[in-house]
């Protein structure tokens, strides 16, 4: 049975997706060629994999944002400049060509509003800056990640870097503009709640949905019960949970909280194995 798992966007609980790969690594559900993709922080959890990045490394770069804004008197508005910065304090030089010659699919969602209205889910990368700039994109949530509504890309003429094939060439007009780009959530429909689709761009047989809110509550009904791994909430504490989650999401978290959100998304995947294998 081959899987493709599609992480969901998730905020600061990135560390969530993070326990979650390393368990299903730990169990050989998730190898160099098993299929993945991801909105915000999903496609910043799936980035890090694809490259191999130990998860430590991973959760203390989360832990070092986390004390970051909190100098700078919190979270919104000042993400993407702490992600950027982080990113390239923990990829290496050739993280690019790390992910191109993997050998199972690797995509990085996000919407391009202008000059042309399209859902990219960008799968190949010219350069460890290309590489980057599609993780950002794909986190650049409207007055959250940043003050503003949108990011703007300008494409680096004097290196011929475009973004995908058909961009190539010089009678192709929209090469030349910059382009307006925003988070991955808003790439698929409502009830995919921002994990991207793979049938356009590799074969799965079973898609598994990865996130870090339980999917009943957010509305992401696209797969099967099944084909779940989110946190389990019983109904009487949903309230009460799901505030402390979205919290967490969007404030500023302790070490503690931090490394919880990793164990968490670790045992959530363990249970999903087991159920998987009692089949």
Known sequence: MKFGFSFSPGGLLLPYHVGVMTSLSERGYITDSTPLAGSSAGAIAVAAQGVGIDAQSVVESTIRINKKCEEMGGASGRLLPLLNEELNHILPSDAHQIVNEREGFIGLA????????????QSSFVSRDDFIEAVCNSSMFPFFSTNWPFILRISDFSLGIFKDES???????????????????????RDRFGCPEFSSYCEVERTITVSVFPHESIGLTASEKADRISTQIPKEDQGQQLSTLFKRATKVSTEEVVCEMYEEGFADAVRWIKEEETK
């Open 167 to 189: 961009e190539k060439g010089f009678s192709n007009l929209s090469s030349f503009l910059p382009r307006v780009v925003v988070d991955g959530y808003f790439t698929v429909p």
């Open 110 to 121: 996000f919407k391009e509003f202008f000059p042309q209205e399209k859902n990219v889910l």
